[in-house]
Each structure stands twice: as C-alpha cells, then as structure tokens.
C-alpha cells in the first residue's frame, strides 16, 4: 500500500513502501522479523509533530495506534504504564481521572508519549525536565524482533539512551512514567521589558517553578509566564476571555498578522509591536494540563537550540538586534525556556542546566537565513538543536557537543548493527 504522508509542518512528507498498524507487541515483532527478511528499514512514526525528517522511512511505516492504551496506573505510588502508541492528551484524561497528573510537559499535547520522548520534547522548569526525565522503564522490540526492557536496574546502558533515543534503537511498545497527584497551577503572565528580563533571568528562573518567556522581535517587548503550584482554588480564565486571548491573539488573530507580514514584509515590526503592547497581563488558576498546554492552530516551522543556561542573557542581547542586522522581519515571537541538567546520554539538557531558544517562521515562508543565523550564534556556545526541530548538524559537529556521543552510537552497533531503524536524518545526526 502507498500512502503519502505529510509531518504537521508540511515541510517533510514520505510514501513508505508499506504502512503496518500492528495490534499487539507480537505483531510490532513480526513485522520487524518481517521487514528484516524482506531487506526493507522499518520507522515507528507518532503524531508526525517534528519538523526534520526523524520520522521519515522508504520501508516499512509502523503505526501504534492499535497499541495505545494505558496498561496501569498506580494512584498510590504514581507509577504509570502506557502502550507505545499513547497520545499525550489521551493520556493525560486517563491520568486525570485517576486523581493523577504529570510533573511537566511541553506546549501541546498531540504528540504521542513514546514520540514526545523519543526527541526529548520538553516544557519549561526550574526542577523538572524533559517527559524523558520522567520514565522509570521502557520495552523495546530489537532490530531482531527481540523484546528487551530496560530501567536504572534492568539494562541500565540501554536506559541511558532509550529515553531520547531518536527512534534509532528499537521500537517502544511501552513505557512507565513517575506520575503523581494532580494539581493546579497559577499562571502569572506580564508584559515586561526584555532587557530588564535578561538582567534578571536566573532570579525569575529561582523564584518559579516554570519560567518562560516570549519576545517579539523588532520590539523590545517579552511577554513572561510564571506557572506555579497551589492549592487553589481554581480559577480559570472565563470562556469568553480565553476565547478572546488565545483563540483570537494567538490562533486565528495570529494566523491573519502573519499572512499580512508574509505578503508585506515591511509591515512585520509595526505588527509586533501592535500585538506586543496588546498583551495585557493575566493571572488565572487551573488544572496542570491547561495551563501547561495549548492549542497551536498557526502552521509554523521551528528550529530550537539548547545552551548553557549561564550563556542565556548574551545569548538573548545578540539575538535581539540580529533580525536588523541581516535586514530580516520575523513576525513570530522566540520562546525560552529552562531544564535542570539530567542524566540521559543524548538528552539535550544532559550533563548541564540548560535554558532553550525557539525560533519559528510562518509556514511557507523560507526559514533558511534566520535559521542559519541563528544557528550561528547558538554555535558559539555550544548549542544542542532539538532532535525534532529544525537544523542542519551532523554527526562531525554533534559529536563535539555531547560528551556521550560514542556512548550512545556504540550501542547502536550493539543494537542495531545492520541499522533496520535508520533513515536519511540519523544516517545524517548520529552516522551511517
Ligand atoms: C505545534 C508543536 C508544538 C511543539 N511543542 C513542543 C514543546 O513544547 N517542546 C518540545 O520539546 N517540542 C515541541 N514540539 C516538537 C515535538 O514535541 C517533537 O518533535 C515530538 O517528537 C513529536 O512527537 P510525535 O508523537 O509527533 O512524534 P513523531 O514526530 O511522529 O516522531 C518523532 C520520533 O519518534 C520516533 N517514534 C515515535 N514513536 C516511536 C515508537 N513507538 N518507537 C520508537 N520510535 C518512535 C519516530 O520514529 C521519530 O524518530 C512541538 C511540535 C509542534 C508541531
């Protein structure tokens, strides 16, 4: 069967020589055995939310959604196993109903668990990281068809870089999360001025348990957000005011600035600026998933770096005036956000307190100068791009940015000798 598929983006599409949507972990086994026999690659895909080709397969596409289901949830320890094919918003009711809630989370829920973690796809935290920091255990079916599970105990090399393992080790049938009680977030956000931001980021950062910020370029405007925990009570945004902010501000408000400063590119500035001072601050008080989350409807592509959180406040000075410098108009804000250093080998944030700089452009607009401007800058510190965003890295420059590099590409031999998950963009980032 020839199925044409397209990532969220627009910017990468594929035609698998066949798609599989197998119901059980025997049936992801056979149709790796299969694939193997049969000489084809074979790629589990999720929700088909990254922006670089990670995904993509001319063999043999895997589909979990017959193998999505929540297996258990412990409402006394928090210890959660989902099925591979598990959307993160699906994922999150079933938590909810169950008086249970994950610790952090990034900025939508479409994705699905095992993709979300496969990439390190993360929020914002002083404390907390990436969904991947968050998994206690994993199952995985080998280049061979075989099973293997791994946890700090069990296979513990292979844990180390399960976890962000780009989809290049295995196929992920299942995985056991470290929930814990549901709970509220305050949501504090204000407008402020961005150099005052920078001066004081790392007091911002200590003082909440997830900080992030929103600068428009061509403006010297960020809008801030200070999420933290409360024992409420809730008081969420009326319909009418979130209809109003996120809907029209940042949906369809949004889509129709950018359309205006894809056709008029002069006018971009004066449209940050117009949107940037209609932000008002707002402080509202909900369950953790809502304030966490929201919905994305502007179609964008994205390329975000991860920098030593010490190099943040130079970082964010240079970027300011760098659209003027290269005679760009950039009409979506950059995001930045935090994680505490973890342990994973190819984690973005391993081995080091890490602070996050996203750059969009609309879709259809040619991301390549800004991004490779960008990706200059984030190159004189060391930059770590996103796994499933948008950059153009090799295997030669990553190596000199992750310490555990060959840690994670020698148990790719091990696993994975006759590389039956690889693709043109791991053959790309990791070697061929
Ligand atoms: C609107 C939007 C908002 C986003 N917000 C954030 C954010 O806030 N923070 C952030 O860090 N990122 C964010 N991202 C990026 C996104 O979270 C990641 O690219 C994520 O990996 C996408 O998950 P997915 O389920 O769509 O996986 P896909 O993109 O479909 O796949 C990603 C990788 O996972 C592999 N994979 C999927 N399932 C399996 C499996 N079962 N076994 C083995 N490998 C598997 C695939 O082969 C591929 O290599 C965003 C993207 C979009 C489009």
């Known amino acids: 069967m020839h199925v044409m598929w397209r990532n969220w983006a627009g910017n990468q599409s594929m035609t698998p020589a066949a798609v599989e949507h197998p119901a059980s972990v025997d049936e992801v086994s056979r149709v790796v055995k299969e694939a193997a026999a049969a000489g084809r690659r074979v790629k589990a895909i999720g929700s088909g ?8 397969t001319d063999g043999v596409l895997v589909q979990l959604d017959r193998v999505d289901q929540l297996v258990s949830a412990d409402a006394d320890t928090g210890r959660v196993v989902v099925q591979g094919g598990l959307p993160l918003w699906r994922l999150n009711a079933l938590l909810a109903e169950r008086g249970l809630g994950l610790t952090n989370m990034g900025d939508v829920d479409r994705q699905t668990v095992t993709g979300a973690i496969c990439t390190g796809t993360h929020g914002t935290g002083r404390d907390s990281g990436a969904l991947a920091t968050q998994v206690l255990a994993m199952e995985l079916v080998l280049a061979d068809g075989s099973l293997l599970t791994c946890s700090r105990e069990e296979n513990p090399d292979v844990f180390a870089a399960a976890r962000v393992s780009l989809g290049a080790l295995g196929i992920v049938t299942s995985v056991t999360i470290q929930a814990e009680g549901a709970f509220l977030l305050t949501a504090d956000e204000q407008p402020m001025p961005l150099l005052d931001v920078v001066d004081d980021f790392e007091r911002h950062v200590a003082e909440n348990e997830h900080f992030e910020l ?64 209609a932000l008002s601050a707002r402080t509202y008080t909900d369950a953790a998933p809502q304030v966490f989350t929201a919905k994305r409807r502007v179609r964008f592509k994205e390329m975000e770096y991860a920098i030593p959180r010490s190099e943040l406040p130079g ?68 930059g770590r791009p996103h796994w499933g965003k948008l950059h153009s890295l090799a295997a030669e420059q990553l190596r000199e940015r992750y310490p555990r590099f060959e840690e994670f590409t020698a148990l790719r031999d091990r696993l994975d000798p006759e590389r039956r998950f690889t693709n043109a963009y791991l053959d790309r980032v990791l070697g061929a």
């Open 315 to 382: 970082v964010l000075r240079e970027l300011r005036t760098l659209p003027e410098r290269h005679g760009q108009r950039i009409s979506f804000p950059v995001e930045v956000r935090v994680a505490p250093a973890d342990d994973i080998t190819l984690s973005t944030a391993s081995g080091r307190d890490t602070a996050y700089v996203a750059v969009h452009v609309y879709k259809g607009t040619d991301e390549k100068p800004y991004f490779d401007a960008v990706e200059a800058l984030m190159g004189t510190v060391g």
């Open 214 to 277: 929103y600068w428009f370029p061509h403006t010297d405007l960020a809008l801030t957000k200070r999420n933290n925990r409360t024992s409420g009570p809730a008081k969420p945004l009326s319909t009418a005011r979130k209809v109003v902010e996120d809907e029209v501000l940042s949906n369809g408000f949004f889509e129709a600035t950018c359309r205006i400063g894809k056709a008029f590119p002069a006018a971009i500035p004066r449209i940050n600026r117009a949107v940037s001072k």
């Open 49 to 56: 939310h990254s922006f670089t080709g990670i995904g993509l």
